[in-house]
């Protein structure tokens, strides 16, 4: 079955440091990956995604994830976390062209600290 | 300004009403989905249509209903068959000829069954 899992609940950083937010994902085929933001009481904001190509993906906000074949994972990087970054991140997955399918991990709250 | 608007973002219901929340599009986009989202447990799919006067069930979709008269409009009605109907309710569209699967939402509507 497809599926993505964000295996942290939460991800505390100090602003200035560099934060990685994780995603791992299980989907037969070539995988569309996505990487969502949400703050509170709002709807979800695109980020960055991944279709083909290159293995390091750049997004909006300064974030970046790298798509890693092999470990099947997707993780979220930012080089210097703000505390405006701070939010519920989401992962999500499709199988290719089945966008009527996707996938969401559960989220992750990242929380920056001054 | 494009995009898509959800009303109204907070409601409140009886046990036993039915409700409906509405979604409209300016973003010329034909597929369009309703995810519910919960604590802790990510989106999960209520339904989704890709085109005017057609719709399919998503992962959850009893208790629920949809329709799709107008290729702008998807709106979502509640009925007292869902047995626990509080929750945060996110509309979202895409372009599906792009086939990409980037989606973009509306900013919720939050329902509260008293």
């Known amino acids: 079955a497809q599926s993505v899992a964000q295996p942290e609940d939460q991800v505390n950083v100090a602003e200035g440091n560099p934060l990685t937010v994780k995603c791992t994902y299980s989907v037969s085929g070539n995988p569309y990956l996505f990487w969502y933001v949400q703050y509170p009481n709002r709807g979800l904001q695109f980020l960055l995604k991944?279709?083909?190509?290159?293995?390091l993906v750049k997004g909006s906000y300064g974030f970046e994830a790298e798509f890693n074949k092999s470990q099947t994972s997707f993780h979220l990087k930012k080089s210097s976390a703000l505390v405006s970054d701070s939010a519920l991140y989401f992962c999500?997955?499709?199988?290719?062209?089945?966008?009527?399918?996707?996938?969401f991990g559960q989220g992750t709250t990242l929380q920056v600290k001054p | 300004d494009g995009g898509i608007t959800q009303s109204p973002k907070y409601l409140f219901r009886k046990e036993g009403q039915n409700v409906t929340l509405s979604c409209e599009q300016n973003?010329?986009?034909?597929?369009m989905y309703w995810y519910r989202q919960d604590p802790g447990q990510g989106l999960r799919l209520i339904y989704y249509s890709q085109i005017v006067n057609d719709f399919q069930k998503g992962d959850i979709a009893e208790g629920y209903s949809v329709s799709r008269e107008k290729k702008e409009s998807f709106p979502l009605t509640v009925t007292s068959a869902q047995k626990n109907p509080t929750a945060f309710y996110l509309c979202?569209?895409?372009?599906?000829?792009?086939?990409?699967?980037?989606?973009?939402f509306g900013e919720g509507s939050r329902l509260t069954v008293l």
């Open positions: 991944y279709i083909t190509g290159d293995n």
């Open positions: 979202a569209s895409s372009s599906w000829t792009s086939g990409t699967g980037e989606l973009f």
């Open positions: 973003l010329n986009h034909d597929a």
């Open positions: 999500a997955v499709c199988f290719e062209g089945n966008t009527g399918k996707l996938i």
